[in-house]
């Protein structure tokens, strides 16, 4: 994989202007971009579909928890629009989960398109221990937390995970070498860390076993985006590969 595979871009805006912006600047310098609730809430389907028409591949970040059956039209929904990626919370179970995955793969049989990658979202970077133990009653550290939810996720049929870098060889342990690891909280060390708590550098997450890093304000809102894209890549160059992913 391309160093610039690696980076998924979160379009963190809540125009769809501003989404098309971003993307035609940065589609030769990143692998796909990221819509989430914003942006998605903000301009809908259309979104989705004019990140593809400029050449850009998405990761549809709405993270789907809900009943099995609910997550599993949502889902449908999802994969007719095309995108590369998807995600749910692992936290929704099995039944959830395995819902998911038999809709998206039954979707893009009838509707004639790629069967996304089906992610499973295990623990927010936002979130610490002492969150985990105090708000949530999780009797466990973040990493076992991931962990035991990476392994459900494989189980119940989940292409991948995401999750923080600081979690991402343990997971590659536990899971082996072909389970896609999407990782947000990456930071460049000339970026600050935001609201995230559980963070690493591109070069460290990779390094851990990460197949794709999810990066946004350190890119987004940069003086200059397409130079701070390009020292990413940079750091990325030379290191051996993650798992290898499935994309």
Not at 31 to 50: D, M, N, W
Not at 166 to 180: C, D, K, N, S, T
Not at 205 to 232: M, N, Q
């Amino acid at each position: 994989m391309e160093p610039k595979d690696r980076i998924i871009l979160a379009l963190d805006v809540d125009s769809l202007r501003a989404a098309e912006d971003a993307v035609r600047l940065l589609k030769d310098h990143v692998g796909a971009f990221k819509i989430g609730f914003e942006l998605f809430v903000s301009e809908g389907p259309a979104v989705v579909s004019a990140v593809q028409r400029l050449g850009g591949s998405v990761f549809l970040d709405l993270k789907l928890h809900d009943i099995p059956n609910t997550v599993a039209m949502a889902a449908k929904a999802a994969t007719r629009l095309g995108a590369t990626f998807i995600d749910v919370h692992a936290s929704g179970g099995r039944a959830m989960m395995a819902a998911a995955k038999k809709a998206s793969a039954e979707a893009a049989l009838s509707y004639g398109v790629h069967a996304p990658v089906l992610l499973a979202v295990t623990v927010l970077t936002s979130l610490g221990e002492a969150d985990l133990k105090d708000d949530l009653n999780i009797n466990r550290d973040p990493e076992g937390q991931v962990v035991s939810l990476a392994l459900l996720a494989k189980e119940s049929g989940m292409d991948g995970v995401v999750a923080s870098p600081q979690e991402v060889a343990a997971i590659r342990r536990a899971v082996g070498r072909e389970f896609v690891i999407v990782t947000p909280g990456v930071r460049p060390q000339w970026a600050g860390k935001d609201d995230q708590k559980r963070v690493a550098t591109p070069a460290e997450a990779v390094t851990a076993g990460a197949d794709y890093l999810v990066i946004g304000r350190p890119i987004l809102k940069a003086a200059d985006p397409v130079e701070a894209a390009i020292k990413v890549v940079d750091e990325l160059k030379g290191l051996g590969p993650g798992s290898g992913g499935i994309v």
